[in-house]
């Protein structure tokens, strides 16, 4: 966490939709308690709505297409998604993607300098 909060800092527009199965399997609420408060007060939603959506047929989209369909439903001017998981994402979203590896994730420098670097395109 104080990794993604010092590299959000110079950025205090950009917002944070949660895409994790920790909403879907425990809460939103759950998964949003579980950040600090500078991370929280950024968080506007997640990627599942449980309203909206079936529980079982959102698992079983790629963690890409449920990115996806929640930019659609919002219509961000700007976006882009950090995660592990690769698979399913479209060829025309691919460019919005920074991949990490599980096990280091934003503790990765490389990382961190593609996040810099996309945050400046915002």
Request: one cysteine or more; proline letters at 7%; aromatic letters at 8%.
């Amino acid at each position: 966490m104080p990794i993604l909060e010092n590299l959000l800092a110079p950025h205090p527009d950009v917002a944070i939709v949660l895409s994790t199965s920790w909403v879907r399997e425990r809460s939103f609420s759950f998964a949003r308690r579980c950040l600090s408060p500078s991370l929280k007060s950024r968080v506007i939603g997640a990627t599942f709505h449980q309203r909206e959506m079936r529980k079982d047929e959102f698992g079983l989209l790629p963690r890409g297409m449920q990115v996806v369909e929640d930019v659609a439903r919002r219509r961000p001017k700007a976006w882009f998604a950090i995660d592990d998981d690769y698979e399913g994402w479209p060829a025309w979203c691919r460019g919005n993607l920074i991949k990490t590896e599980g096990n280091k994730g934003l503790g990765d420098p490389r990382t961190q300098q593609a996040v810099v670097a996309m945050l400046a395109c915002l």
